[in-house]
């Protein structure tokens, strides 16, 4: 079993659509909790990162993470055709022995259509 | 722009050969990690140097090293490559050692191996 897992969709909505991403984790040890974009042949972009438990606004976006569920999520609300990406959660126990390695869920592939 | 370059953008060479990735990190950043993407594996932690010393180590094959210089760049050899090396490779850097937040993604560089 992988340490996260996340759905792979793919996952189709309709412009104007909230979005809901999510990932699940076995690590009691992660702390640190990310969520990536990754347009196609791209490199990562960094979204949204929350330490611990709780919620996070950006915009359009709010990454939410229960540690006692092993949780989070990713809301997009309002989404738009640019969101059309690959979202990936990414965590780690960074301050352990990890020294900020990530360990990353396999992606969820997004197509916002208009 | 990320600020991480890395270079080549693609290679492709045959099985048993020997390449050289190299990436220069964003100005200041003092830790760089290297990662492998592949379809059915995801995105995969393989090493992270900070100020020119390995600090952690993860699914990293014996035919793959790397190094970082004392300009901070870094290079990633793979050697006795085999199908199955083919990927993209992704290097990151970050400020500080464990700083998980600041881990900024290159554009990758796409192995193929024929």
């Known amino acids: 079993q992988k340490e996260v897992e996340q759905d792979p969709g793919p996952l189709s909505v309709p412009e104007g659509a909230i979005v809901s991403l999510n990932c699940t984790y076995s690590?009691?040890?992660?702390?640190?909790f990310m969520w990536y974009r990754q347009y196609s042949r791209k490199g990562p972009e960094l979204l949204m990162y929350t330490y611990s438990s709780g919620n996070k606004e950006d915009g359009r976006f709010t990454a939410q993470v229960d540690k006692s569920s092993k949780y989070i999520s990713l809301f997009i609300r309002d989404s738009q055709p640019s969101d059309s990406a690959t979202y990936l959660c990414a965590m780690s126990d960074a301050g352990g022995t990890s020294y900020g390695k990530l360990t990353f869920g396999q992606g969820t592939i997004l197509t916002v259509h208009p | 722009d990320s600020g991480v370059t890395q270079t080549p953008k693609h290679l492709i060479t045959a099985t048993g050969q020997r390449v050289t990735l190299r990436c220069s990190p964003r100005s200041g950043d003092l830790s760089v990690y290297w990662y492998q993407q592949s379809l059915d594996q995801g995105l995969q932690f393989l090493i992270q140097?900070?100020?020119?010393?390995?600090?952690a180590k993860g699914n990293i094959l014996e035919r793959f090293s790397a190094q970082q210089f004392p300009d901070l760049h870094s290079e990633l050899n793979l050697s006795s490559l085999e199908l199955g090396d083919s990927a993209l490779y992704f290097c990151?850097?970050?400020?500080?050692?464990?700083?998980?937040?600041?881990?900024?993604f290159g554009p990758g560089t796409r192995l193929t191996v024929l």
């Open positions: 690590n009691s040890a992660f702390q640190y």
């Open positions: 990151a850097s970050s400020a500080i050692a464990g700083r998980t937040d600041t881990q900024y």
């Open positions: 140097y900070y100020n020119g010393e390995e600090r």
